[in-house]
């Protein structure tokens, strides 16, 4: 039984038993965390700012939001909304600096109560293991929205700062923008050694050594760490302060010996203006990144095949990179969400070219430096002002970058050239290229339009209808087709009850007595709306169509993907469909999410507790990064992300995840 159905039996049970007047199990309950006084303002705007379904996928403002004042000493227990569909009773205590963040509700924050339910010590755990690089761009945006969000903080385990937990997996995943707001939204006077040491990291390996070194300044003798020592060590440097930089190497020396090789190793380096042995640079810290910024030394080009965030980062950001290793450090990085698609604009913007290379660019061989290639073509698009001649070369770009398994990475590099070129007619020959590319830029609105224009210039002269046959799984989980899919909605708990009419297929009930027949006549003799029966007809050609290529597993495992994130969002699949699947061998070798994930996903999700089911969902998502992954896994994620409202993004997850496997 999928995570939906499960969730939705639940659901309704809990929603008859609450009627009856039945007090439920502390299980079904939701726990409050004790809610800060100053989040009160926070928590009533929940109510009125994001209704239900609304993504709240809007950036968050940079400077931080702290407490305007404390609460006294003397606890109180207030009731006050702390969701649009609910009114909860939470307790109000001291502000606590903990639960600072920059993202409030109403600019995509998961809300003040999102830790409901959730202990502290498995708050910290569920943070600190998502994954580095989520498999997707929908699920980066999800942790880090966790990450920034204003909430408060569960009350267990003090001893455990979910503030160092945060802004370390910020650094962790490379978000080192939001990491220093995230710590410059907490008073300084309350940050910890750790705490301090996230700002400076993130300082030091974006290259802005400067104000690295304020910040070290700003925090003057507060901590006794090592790092602070060494930190001054790269000051000293940085300021071409040889003898303050030979005291504290000293000093560092005395208290630990010269077991950090790479520090000394890199300090050598400097003053003897050395190349550093390559030994010493196998696993990178930032601080390590700031040394080798002020020897001017390049980082060595063989961390781009690793998945060390901080020193792709820093091959990004360094002085020394060549721009060929800058660019593929680009792409590498935008395309795993370490870096925004804007930075990768301008980097491939700058990138240099003559003016000759640039006229050439549709005409001349492939570079074989694939993200020299596509800076090529973006900057040649980017210089046409010409829409014919643009769409031309943005399809040139197109085609390369699907070829290289970078199709996401060119359509949101190039979203803003695309909105140029009318949405007409006259562009038919490049409707599909544009539809596809809008959907991976999430732009639906662009999208619809290119579709229909697609649809108006099929005919029988063209492959057109074909094409959009096999591209209709994605318009149908992007919202770009009407599936006809019945559906009576129960507003309890933002739950769906989905009620599909199969003609060819009767509902059954194995009871003592034998095989119940249940024919409702309200669905059973529903007349088949028009959306319907194309979306049936659609899916069997989609399905012939799949199935006519040479790989019969991949096709299968196809198949398996679509129909299950079908069922994750109520979306039908004829029955016939699903018995053209069910042949041997029926045990298959697939990876999966561990039990406890799947069972805590279920939970969290029923339970409404926002943050521990996204921080899962993200777990279970991570299965679409590999080939032979569970695709329930995915239907899990994306239902148990559609149960707490959050329906965009679980369809963009999906669509997402089915546009980079279509690659």
Not at 194 to 214: F, S
Not at 577 to 603: F, G, I, K, M
Request: proline share 5%; net charge negative.
């Amino acid at each position: 039984m999928h995570l939906r159905s499960r969730l939705l039996m639940q659901s309704c049970f809990i929603t008859m038993m609450a009627g009856a007047g039945v007090t439920l199990p502390a299980t079904f309950a939701n726990a409050q965390a004790p809610v800060p006084l100053f989040l009160k303002q926070e928590a009533e705007q929940d109510a009125t700012s994001q209704p239900e379904g609304t993504s709240g996928n809007q950036q968050g403002n940079s400077s931080g939001q702290t407490a305007p004042g404390a609460a006294g000493s003397n606890t109180q227990t207030e009731t006050f909304p702390t969701d649009p569909d609910a009114v909860q009773t939470v307790t109000l205590q001291a502000v606590d600096a903990e639960s600072v963040g920059t993202l409030g509700r109403e600019s995509g924050g998961l809300g003040v109560d999102m830790w409901n339910g959730t202990s502290r010590e498995t708050a910290a755990r569920l943070m600190t293991d998502m994954p580095a690089t989520p498999a997707t761009h929908a699920a980066r945006d999800l942790a880090r929205r966790l990450l920034l969000s204003i909430a408060a903080v569960p009350n267990d385990h003090k001893e455990i700062s979910l503030l160092e937990t945060r802004a370390a997996k910020l650094i962790n995943m490379g978000e080192l923008d939001a990491a220093i707001d995230l710590v410059r939204a907490a008073p300084q006077g309350t940050r910890s050694s750790m705490l301090a040491q996230a700002e400076v990291n993130a300082l030091m390996i974006t290259g802005k050594l400067d104000d690295a070194c304020a910040a070290i300044d700003g925090y003057g003798n507060s901590f006794d760490d090592l790092f602070w020592l060494k930190a001054a060590v790269m000051c000293a440097l940085h300021a071409n302060d040889r003898t303050s930089a030979s005291f504290s190497t000293d000093l560092v020396r005395e208290m630990e010996g010269e077991t950090d090789k790479t520090f000394f190793g890199l300090v050598a380096a400097i003053r003897n203006g050395s190349s550093p042995a390559a030994d010493i640079l196998a696993n990178l810290r930032p601080l390590d990144i700031a040394l080798l910024e002020i020897a001017k030394q390049g980082i060595p080009t063989s961390q781009l095949a690793t998945d060390n965030a901080t020193a792709i980062l820093g091959i990004v950001n360094a002085s020394a990179t060549t721009p060929d290793v800058r660019l593929e450090a680009a792409r590498k990085a935008e395309k795993t969400g370490l870096i925004e698609t804007e930075q990768l604009r301008e980097i491939f913007g700058s990138a240099p070219f003559d003016d000759t290379a640039i006229s050439n660019a549709l005409d001349d061989a492939p570079d074989s430096v694939p993200a020299r290639q596509y800076a090529k073509l973006y900057q040649a698009a980017s210089r046409n002002d010409v829409p014919a001649a643009r769409a031309e070369i943005l399809a040139s770009l197109y085609e390369t970058a699907l070829l290289g398994g970078d199709f996401g990475l060119a359509a949101r590099l190039t979203s803003e050239l695309l909105s140029d070129i009318p949405v007409n007619g006259d562009f038919s020959w490049f409707a599909l290229d544009a539809l596809k590319a809008s959907i991976a830029a999430d732009n639906m609105e662009r999208a619809s339009g290119w579709l229909q224009v697609a649809k108006n210039s099929a005919n029988a002269g063209n492959d057109i209808e074909s094409r959009l046959i096999l591209l209709y799984p994605v318009l149908a989980l992007a919202g770009l087709e009407d599936t006809g899919t019945p559906i009576t909605e129960k507003t309890d708990d933002n739950v769906t009850v989905n009620l599909p009419d199969d003609g060819t297929t009767t509902p059954v009930s194995y009871g003592l007595g034998g095989v119940i027949t249940l024919t409702p006549p309200a669905i059973t003799n529903a007349p088949m709306s028009e959306a319907q029966a194309k979306h049936r007809a659609r899916m069997t050609e989609w399905q012939e169509m799949d199935a006519a290529r040479g790989d019969r597993i991949q096709a299968q495992r196809d198949a398996e993907l679509i129909f299950s994130l079908f069922d994750g969002f109520d979306i039908e699949v004829p029955v016939a469909l699903w018995d053209a699947l069910l042949t041997a061998p029926y045990l298959d070798d697939r990876q999966t999410v561990s039990t406890a994930v799947s069972h805590h996903l279920e939970t969290a999700a029923m339970n409404m507790q926002r943050a521990k089911t996204v921080a899962l969902a993200i777990q279970a998502q991570q299965v679409a990064s590999t080939p032979n992954g569970d695709p329930k896994d995915l239907t899990d994620a994306v239902a148990a992300l559609n149960h707490i409202g959050l329906n965009r993004e679980a369809r963009r997850l999906a669509v997402e995840i089915l546009m980079a496997r279509s690659q």
